[in-house]
C-alpha cells in the first residue's frame, strides 16, 4: 500500500472515530487516485502547517464548542517514491512553534500523524511537549466564547482538555480500530448531569471507578485526560448489552 494509499483510508477511519465529537463534514471523500494528486501538491504556503502531504491536513470544529479546533497533520511525510526520515524529538519544537502562529488558537488541540515507528523516547518527548504546553497555558483563561458555548451545552472541561498534542502512526489508522470485533465500543463523557448519573448509578466516587490509562490508544483517540470518565459498552451472553465505566489516570 502506498503512503497516499495510507492517509487516504486513514481519512476514513478518522471521519468515523471522530463524528461523534467533531464536525467531520469538512473531511471530503477522496479516491485513491485524487488524494495522491493532493498529496503531491507543494505545500511551502500552507501555513501554519507546511511540508510534504501537507495538502492533506485538515481542520475540525468541536460539535458543541465550536470555537475548539482539531489539527489533524501529516508530520514529515515523505515525497513520493522516498523513504520517511526518522522523526526525532526535534519534532516537539516545531509543533510547540505552531503555537505562536496566528491561524492556531491557543486551545486548539493536535493529532500529529506520522509515518515512522512511535519509540519509547519519542512518545516520552511528547508527553513533555503537553506538560509544557499546559505550563505555558496556565497564565492564560480561556476564551469568553468557549465558555459561554461549555455553558450552554452543559459541558464542563478544563484547561487540560485543551491544548494537548496527540501522537499517532498512520498504521493506527488504516483500518479503523473502532470496528473490530475484539474492541467494545467506547465513548467519554464530559455533560455534568451525566457524569452526576453514572456515578450515582455506580454509588461511588470517580476515584473509585476502574482506570483507563492515558497512554491507551483508545483514550487518545478520545483525547481522554486525566479524571474522565469513559463508558465501554460490553456484550456477554448472560447480561446482554451493558455499560461500563472507567476513570482515565
Same mark, same amino acid.
Given at each position: ?60 470544529? =468541536? ?31 516545531? $509543533? ?18 506520522? %509515518? ?34 461549555? %455553558? ?10 485543551? @491544548? %494537548?498534542?496527540?501522537?499517532? =502512526?498512520?498504521? =493506527? &489508522? ?6 473490530? @470485533? ?34 491507551? $490508544?483508545?483514550?487518545?483517540?478520545? @483525547? ?19 455499560? &461500563? ?5
Amino acid at each position: 500500500m502506498s503512503t497516499s494509499q495510507k492517509i487516504n483510508k486513514s481519512r476514513y477511519s478518522l471521519k468515523q472515530i471522530l463524528s461523534d465529537e467533531w464536525d467531520t463534514s469538512t473531511i471530503h471523500d477522496y479516491s485513491d487516485q485524487e488524494l495522491e494528486k493532493i498529496y503531491s501538491i507543494p505545500s511551502a504556503n500552507l501555513s501554519p502547517f507546511p511540508g510534504v502531504a501537507g495538502a492533506c491536513n485538515f481542520s475540525l470544529s =468541536n460539535q458543541k464548542i465550536p470555537s475548539h479546533k482539531l489539527h489533524v497533520i501529516y508530520y514529515n511525510f515523505p515525497e513520493n517514491g522516498r523513504k520517511s526520515s526518522k522523526v526525532t524529538k526535534s519534532a516537539c519544537d516545531k $509543533i510547540e512553534e505552531f503555537y505562536t502562529d496566528e491561524s492556531m488558537n491557543d486551545e486548539d488541540s493536535m493529532f500529529i500523524i506520522i %509515518n515512522d515507528v512511535i519509540s519509547e523516547s519519542l512518545e516520552k518527548s511528547f508527553n513533555e511537549l503537553n506538560i509544557k504546553l499546559q505550563v505555558l497555558f496556565t497564565s492564560n483563561d480561556l476564551s469568553d466564547t468557549i465558555k459561554e458555548e461549555m %455553558n450552554k451545552n452543559d459541558i464542563s472541561l478544563e484547561k487540560r482538555h485543551f @491544548r %494537548n498534542v496527540y501522537l499517532f =502512526n498512520i498504521d =493506527n &489508522f488504516t483500518n479503523n480500530i473502532l470496528e473490530h @470485533r475484539l474492541v467494545p465500543p467506547h465513548k467519554h463523557i464530559r455533560e455534568i448531569r451525566k457524569i452526576e448519573e453514572v456515578l450515582e448509578k455506580c454509588n461511588c466516587r470517580a476515584s473509585q471507578l476502574p482506570i483507563i490509562l492515558k497512554s491507551d $490508544i483508545m483514550s487518545k483517540m478520545l @483525547r481522554l485526560t486525566s479524571g474522565d470518565l469513559c463508558e465501554i459498552t460490553r456484550t456477554s451472553d448472560k447480561s446482554g448489552t451493558y455499560p &461500563f465505566y472507567r476513570v482515565c489516570r
